[in-house]
């Protein structure tokens, strides 16, 4: 059960949990939405993805974006079938609950300030 | 009237202003951080920085949490340069102590007296000590963990560190005895006071001093490397205030050939 992982921590359960979930659906995740599901900090996400990766238990992939596009391009994460039966090991033992019922992302976003501006924007230039 | 709407339009514009650049400080943090987090790893280090900088420039919708997450790995970036500078005073440690000659050659018809047993001690106590310094420094560079997580670690490598300083202490009651001495106190204050401060404020104590362990640390380092300076002058025998035993007492050539 997962051989090439040293030390087993909360927050890489959480990950491994949110990412067997996506696993399970055909789906891959990127970054932010590990960090939104889960409610670790960057440096806590990075930290134990790199610790799979090293461990050859995720599958890594840029996303592709058609020439000229104006955004960068997301990375991808997603368990290969070594991590997913070391990940469905893990959650079973030390967090059989998120087996059930792993954590979703909402389905709208919440607004951020950006989108407040945006809005407040808008509707200043309307009534002008 | 006028000066109060002309105010508010002067403040939404800097606040304005400011969430937009906070996207363009973040990306530059991250870009930082990811040079400074991957270090021995540069590829890494490379789609670290692109997926980063996508991430506070795109991925995170609000440019608050944005400049959060790039404040976040800048600290992170931060804490592991400092982790690696104590690394670095690890592995200084390290190389002095691997100059303590274990087993000195016979020379002019002495022989050296600082055992394989004494090096060996000294350097099991310089590592405990640097082991517990480490666990110290994780706890810092956790923003949210605190020591309590640790105390129990931290609790086992102060008590080895003490064990090692006592036998240091035991196989030379000179100088060098006198500075594992105080190394081990050291260690054993900071666990009590970090196991004092983990049960006051139960769930994450403070930052602890570390500032008396480290000067232990870096007397025992110095300790250390003058008695093999005195070792290398004096054809092995090692001075009997340095190691506190009289060349009498110490073993034999014939005992140092073994």
């Known amino acids: 059960m997962g051989e090439g992982i040293q030390r087993v921590t909360r927050q890489l359960v959480l990950i491994l949990a949110v990412l067997l979930d996506a696993y399970r659906r055909n789906e891959e995740l990127h970054g932010y939405a590990i960090m939104k599901l889960t409610h670790l900090s960057g440096p806590s996400t990075y930290r134990n993805l790199d610790r799979l990766e090293d461990a050859k238990l995720v599958e890594v992939r840029w996303e592709d974006l058609p020439p000229g596009a104006d955004r960068p391009r997301r990375v991808y994460y997603r368990l290969n079938p070594a991590g997913g039966a070391a990940a469905r090991a893990i959650v079973a033992e030390r967090r059989p609950d998120l087996l059930e019922a792993p954590p979703r992302l909402a389905p709208a976003p919440r607004p951020g300030l950006s989108t407040l501006f945006t809005a407040v924007r808008s509707r200043a230039e309307g009534a002008r | ?258």
């Open chain 2, 1 to 258: 009237m006028i000066r109060e709407i002309v105010l508010t339009v002067i403040v939404t514009l800097i606040v304005d202003d400011l969430a937009r650049s906070s996207r363009w400080s973040a990306a530059k943090v991250v870009r930082w951080s990811a040079e400074r987090i991957y270090v021995s790893d540069s590829e890494r280090a490379a789609r670290r920085a692109e997926e980063w900088d996508g991430l506070v420039s795109d991925s995170i919708p609000s440019d608050i949490s944005a400049l959060f997450v790039g404040i976040s790995l800048g600290a992170f970036a931060v804490a592991c340069m400092a982790r690696r500078g104590v690394t670095g005073v690890a592995s200084r440690c390290r190389r002095a102590c691997r100059r303590l000659p274990g087993r000195v050659a016979p020379r002019d018809g002495r022989a050296g007296f600082l055992l394989d047993d004494h090096r060996e001690a000294s350097m099991a106590l310089l590592e405990a000590a640097l082991e517990l310094r480490l666990c110290l420094a994780d706890d810092v560079q956790v923003p949210l963990g605190g020591t309590a997580g640790h105390l129990p670690a931290i609790r086992r490598l102060a008590a080895d560190a003490q064990l090692r300083a006592a036998n240091v202490a035991l196989l030379g009651a000179g100088t060098l005895g006198e500075s594992a001495r105080k190394l081990g106190e050291a260690a054993g204050r900071l666990a009590d006071e970090v196991s004092r401060a983990g049960e006051a404020a139960s769930g994450g104590a403070g930052v602890p001093d570390v500032s008396e362990l480290d000067a232990s640390i870096r007397a025992f380092q110095r300790r250390a490397a003058a008695v093999s300076r005195d070792l290398a002058g004096n054809g092995g025998a090692v001075p009997a205030e340095s190691a506190g035993r009289s060349p009498g007492r110490g073993r034999s050539a014939g005992d140092g050939q073994r």
